[in-house]
């Protein structure tokens, strides 16, 4: 009676505490379902990292030194063929599109196989005049993980990194790389006109199909319907020519 009274109480037991773990994997099962991790809204996934890298003369310079502007930043040196290949494009690029977009030409410098002064006379050689910079301490390098150059990354001006690139760019490539960090600040330009000036600059875009980006500045504000029509006429001779694939007002 006694052993069957103690089988009891230890089955009792067992069934109590299968019921107690039932209900807490219940429990937490449903908390489960209704507690999700996620980043913290606020987090920039896309921030492009900073670093510091040095002008000729030996000052530091930081990628968000620039922020609020738009920045090219291509990883290069003067022994590698195909970033000297695209150097032409990126000069032509500079040229037109310097006063809107910051370039930082990152020579990478490791005091043996290129020198500040090597790579400045490869660069003066060859007439370009964007910004050149020098990696000398590998900040920029270690920072986007360089482990093949060329390597091109566009950046926009809210500091994110909308796109890498690893080889050689044409320059409808780089081109396409500037209408990425450039569309959110012509918006931007576009929202700040008035009605009539907002109808003027819709008119350009749309009467004069091959240019591939618009960027309106200040001299937008005297732009209206009539200039309109005359900066057209003005610009389709010149497409027709193939004298211009970007409209710039």
């Known amino acids: 009676m006694e052993k069957t009274y103690r089988f009891l109480k230890i089955l009792i037991l067992v069934l109590a505490f299968a019921v107690v773990l039932a209900g807490a994997n219940v429990l937490y099962q449903r908390l489960g379902s209704q507690?999700?991790?996620?980043?913290p809204e606020d987090q920039a996934q896309n921030?492009?990292?900073?670093?510091?890298?040095?002008?000729?003369?030996?000052?530091?310079?930081?990628?968000?030194d620039f922020r609020g502007k738009p920045v090219v930043v291509n990883f290069w040196a003067s022994w590698c063929?195909?970033?000297?290949?695209?150097?032409?494009?990126?000069?032509?690029?500079?040229?037109?599109?310097?006063?809107?977009?910051t370039f930082l030409m990152v020579n990478l410098t490791d005091g043996s196989q290129e020198t500040v002064?090597?790579?400045?006379e490869y660069i003066s050689g060859q007439g370009y005049t964007f910004p050149v910079y020098y990696d000398t301490q590998f900040s920029g390098a270690m920072a986007y993980s360089v482990t093949a150059i060329p390597m091109t990354c566009f950046i926009?001006?809210?500091g994110n990194l909308?796109?890498?690139?690893?080889?050689?760019?044409?320059?409808?490539?780089?081109?396409?790389?500037?209408?990425?960090i450039l569309e959110d600040r012509m918006k931007t330009k576009m929202g700040q006109l008035s009605g009539g000036q907002r109808q003027a600059a819709s008119l350009l875009m749309a009467t004069v199909a091959k240019p591939k980006l618009l960027l309106l500045d200040e001299?937008?504000?005297a732009?209206?319907?009539?200039?309109?029509e005359k900066v057209m006429d003005v610009t389709r001779q010149l497409v027709a020519r193939d004298k211009i694939t970007t409209l710039m007002i």
């Open 162 to 180: 909308v796109s890498r690139k690893m080889s050689a760019l044409s320059a409808d490539q780089i081109l396409e790389g500037l209408e990425a």
């Open 81 to 101: 063929g195909p970033c000297k290949m695209e150097m032409p494009d990126f000069q032509t690029a500079y040229e037109t599109y310097g006063e809107q977009v």
């Open 35 to 39: 507690v999700q991790l996620r980043e």
């Open 219 to 221: 001299h937008t504000a």
């Open 156 to 158: 926009d001006a809210q």
């Open 223 to 228: 732009l209206d319907p009539g200039a309109a």
């Open 47 to 64: 921030a492009a990292p900073d670093f510091t890298v040095y002008d000729r003369e030996g000052n530091a310079v930081k990628l968000s």
């Open 117 to 120: 002064d090597s790579a400045w």
